[in-house]
């Protein structure tokens, strides 16, 4: 059964600091593997998306990268923002009829 | 392009009784995933319907039930409702890998 582990649980850093949220999976057999933003109490945002086969993707200031033999993905967030200050989840995808496995998150707060 | 929509946005009820939410995908995706996020639970699998039938179901009771219509949009029915059912219910849709989430439905059970 997958599981997947997200450290730390909670984050809190000054604007402008570059950070790294960590994502960790059990079993190495996935399709590919999500990072999702969540503003409280709405839905999710996806971030980025990595495909098995990739090591890693990038969207403006952030950067996903993709360690499929070790279980462990990194979201890293350059230039932090206030406005980046959310829960950040992530879900990996098994093959076939699986659904996508979240971890708990982490939850990023940036001071101004 | 408009995205995933649920509705109501907020659902109260009271133990026992039944709750039906529902949710609309973007347009021209087939599958339709539910998933149910207690506090503190995380995000949990609830059901997947594509094409109109039930793919995969999370580990969750008979209770929890749903379908999806022939325009692809799709109910969730909660009967006999627990006050351990208070949480937010997520809808996503996807056509071929990705999913896109909406804004959620959240039950309250009292």
């Known amino acids: 059964k997958q599981e997947v582990t997200q450290i730390p649980a909670a984050l809190s850093v000054p604007e402008g600091e570059n950070l790294v949220l960590n994502c960790s999976f059990t079993?190495?057999?996935?399709?590919?593997l999500q990072w999702f933003r969540q503003d409280p109490g709405k839905g999710l945002t996806s971030l980025l998306l990595?495909?098995?086969?990739?090591r890693e993707q990038t969207s403006g200031r952030l950067n996903a990268s993709l360690d499929k033999s070790s279980g462990r993905s990194t979201l890293y967030i350059a230039a932090s923002q206030p406005g980046d200050s959310a829960t950040y989840l992530c879900a990996v995808l098994g093959s076939g009829n699986t659904p996508l496995v979240f971890g708990k998150g982490t939850r990023l707060s940036v001071i101004a | 392009e408009a995205g995933v929509t649920q509705s109501p946005t907020h659902l109260i009820k009271t133990r026992g009784q039944q709750a039906t939410l529902r949710c609309s995908p973007i347009s021209g995706h087939t599958s339709v995933y539910w998933y149910q996020q207690a506090l503190g639970l995380g995000l949990q699998f609830l059901l997947w319907?594509?094409?109109?039938?039930?793919?995969n179901r999370g580990n969750f009771p008979p209770r929890f039930s749903g379908r999806q219509f022939p325009n692809y949009s799709s109910e969730l029915n909660v009967n006999a409702l627990e006050l351990e059912d208070s949480a937010l219910y997520l809808c996503?849709?996807?056509?071929?890998?990705?999913?896109?989430f909406g804004p959620g439905t959240r039950l309250t059970v009292l």
């Open positions: 079993d190495s057999a996935i399709y590919n």
């Open positions: 990595i495909q098995s086969s990739q």
């Open positions: 319907y594509d094409e109109g039938e039930e793919r």
């Open positions: 996503a849709s996807s056509f071929m890998v990705e999913q896109f």
